[in-house]
């Protein structure tokens, strides 16, 4: 198994939402950690440089990245979270925007709980490369 708790979950059963609920911590883990291992900088400008890249916007403009590269599954499972009711979109993010990001959060949560580590590293990594063309 190749994620940080060694249990296996029913990921076939859970809900979209919480999938997202999941992948949600591990996209920041995964922004936090590519933040960190780029230079020491004060903790005020990680969490500002984090936030402009785990918000609902940018998230969108990752998953258009990236949705070329998946497979049917992963399709399917994208599409489950950006269908899903969430009870409420902030204000500050477009309804669209905040669909995409929690589709997005889904497939890295589902890829997560299957122990598919090194897929999300792969995606995460084309999103990193693009992500200077999103500031723009």
């Known amino acids: 198994m190749n994620s940080l708790l060694d249990k296996k979950a029913d990921v076939a059963s859970l809900s979209p939402l919480n999938l997202a609920f999941i992948g949600d911590t591990v996209f920041d883990l995964l922004v936090r950690s590519d933040l960190v291992c780029e230079a020491n ?23 258009n990245v990236i949705m070329p590269m998946l497979s049917e599954d992963e399709l399917a499972v994208f599409k489950r979270g950006r269908n899903a009711h969430t009870g409420g979109i902030p ?30 590293n792969e995606l995460f990594s084309v999103i990193s490369s693009a992500e200077a063309d999103f500031n723009e």
Request: one cysteine or more.
């Open 41 to 63: 900088r004060p903790v005020n400008a990680l969490h500002k440089s984090a936030s402009s890249r785990v918000c609902a916007k940018a998230q969108a403009q990752a998953m």
């Open 91 to 120: 204000k500050n993010q477009s309804s669209a925007d905040y669909h995409y990001a929690t589709g997005l959060e889904c497939l890295f949560g589902w890829l997560y709980l299957k122990g598919r580590t090194d897929r999300i």
